[in-house]
């Protein structure tokens, strides 16, 4: 695995700062997202681009269960959970 700000491949875009985007980055550390699912809160905290903020609600969305789009209304309340709960 690459450090966080390793060379990306040319073609890729780049924000108007001259930094790649935070997806781009994960991918070029990473390089598959079951390693990115795997990684620390601090390996994920040093690739540039990620913050604390956006590191927590990345490492939550991969804590919560997944239900695709539409299906939670075919689903009883007691299979979603708390996050049926929490969005009403």
Known sequence: MAGCGA?????RS????????PQA????TFGSLSSIMT???EQL???PGLGERKV???LEAFDEPFIPRGAAAALPAAAIGTAGAEAE
Do not use: E
């Not at 060379?7 to 073609?11: D, F, I, L």
């Not at 980055?25 to 070029?28: N, Q, R, S």
């Open 7 to 11: 060379a990306m491949r040319p073609g």
């Open 14 to 21: 780049r924000s108007s700062r001259g930094v790649p985007p």
């Open 25 to 28: 980055t994960l991918h070029a």
């Open 39 to 41: 990684a620390s809160r």
């Open 45 to 47: 905290s040093h690739c």
């Open 56 to 58: 927590a609600r990345l």
